[in-house]
Structure formats: C-alpha cells, structure tokens
C-alpha cells in the first residue's frame, strides 16, 4: 500500500454486510471475529485465541514497558513452539 491509499475497515459491531465487505475489523476481543488469517496486537496481552489465525503480528514501541511485554508475549509464543521473526522498522 502506498501511504494515501485506503484500507477498508470496520468496528466489529458493523453490519453484517459492512463486516463481509471489509478485510480489516477493529475489536477489542477474538471473541466473536468472523476472520482468521492475520491478527494485529496492539494490546499488551497475548490475545485469547491468537492460535486460530495463520498469522499474526506484534507492534511493540521503544518504551520500556512496551518492550518488557512483548518480552514476555514473544516467550510465550516461542515456548509454544510457534516460529518468530523480528523487524526492527528503526533500523530499516
């Protein structure tokens, strides 16, 4: 994507038709996602329910606690045998 273009969206809550239509959707839970191929966390928890999606993405800031954080998500996805690739976007 360039960075004017528009990246259809939604919150979770939308229409049925706006939800089928849009390949991002905002939530603050998995509970209910009808989409399972790439998860965003911007949450500082590991997702319930993140096993369910092909892959998933972690955003992690330089502040210290952001990164203790996502010290700890990555041990936990790592403990559980899933394969983690890092990119420093500072350094590129």
Request: net charge negative; glycine share 4%; hydrophobic share 45%.
């Amino acid at each position: 994507f360039s960075a004017l273009e528009f990246v259809p969206h939604c919150r979770l809550t939308a229409p049925a038709a706006t939800l089928a239509a849009s390949p991002v959707l905002l939530a603050p839970s998995l509970v209910e996602c009808p989409h399972h191929e790439v998860l965003v966390n911007l949450g500082q928890d590991v997702p319930p329910g993140f096993e369910r999606f092909e892959r998933f993405i972690e955003l992690v800031t330089v502040a210290d606690a952001d990164r203790a954080a996502a010290r700890s998500r990555w041990k936990h996805y790592t403990d559980r045998g899933y394969a983690m690739q890092r990119h420093d976007l500072a350094s590129a």
